[in-house]
């Protein structure tokens, strides 16, 4: 408790949220359970007391018996803590792919509508217009620039990816 900052001469009904966040954490962790599943853990909290809470799980995860299954629409949080990646929109999953993978080898390609029209649908993932131009998301951002030289790719965050999955663009199966 004293590690944690959390008062002991203190009732429960006095704490922060934050606290009471903290508090729920230690206890479900004093028993050393093998996996922790948890909803939206760090919504609502300042952002001190969420990296604190991240840092708890970051501490958690570091016995390589002990996982986390963890929902959260905070991005930053699933990329400070995440191993794996799963998108789960409407009740179907999406994607299911290495963190690394996604953060290291993905990127958001941008360039003119008539650019677009030369690039290969092999070479991108989902593709958005907008009036002036075209972004693409593409699955390896290195092997694109490398082919298209004069195309200006972006590393993408996830929620980059997420944001071209769930809100859309065109597929290039579609």
């Known amino acids: 408790m004293k590690k944690f900052k959390i008062p002991t001469k203190k009732t429960i009904g006095t704490f922060s ?5 903290k508090l729920s954490i230690i206890c479900a962790m004093a028993h050393r359970p093998k996996l922790l599943i948890l909803d939206e ?5 300042d952002p001190v007391v969420r990296d604190e809470v991240l840092d708890l799980f970051l501490e958690f995860i570091q016995d390589e018996d002990c996982s986390i299954f963890f929902s959260s629409h905070i991005t930053s ?28 080898n993905y990127g958001v390609a941008k360039c003119g509508k008539e650019k677009f029209a030369q690039l290969s649908s092999d070479d991108y993932i989902i593709h958005r217009t907008t009036n002036m131009s075209v972004e693409c998301l593409v699955h390896d951002k290195e092997a694109f620039k490398r082919k ?17 999955y769930v809100k859309g663009g065109t597929s290039c199966e579609d």
């Open 17 to 21: 949220k934050g606290m009471k966040m």
């Open 41 to 45: 853990a760090t919504t609502g909290l």
């Open 77 to 104: 949080d699933i990329q400070k803590i995440a191993d794996y990646v799963i998108l789960i929109h409407r009740g179907k999953i999406i994607f299911e792919e290495q963190k690394d993978n996604l953060v290291y």
């Open 148 to 164: 298209y030289k004069n195309i200006i790719v972006d590393n993408a965050t996830l929620e980059d990816i997420m944001l071209f």
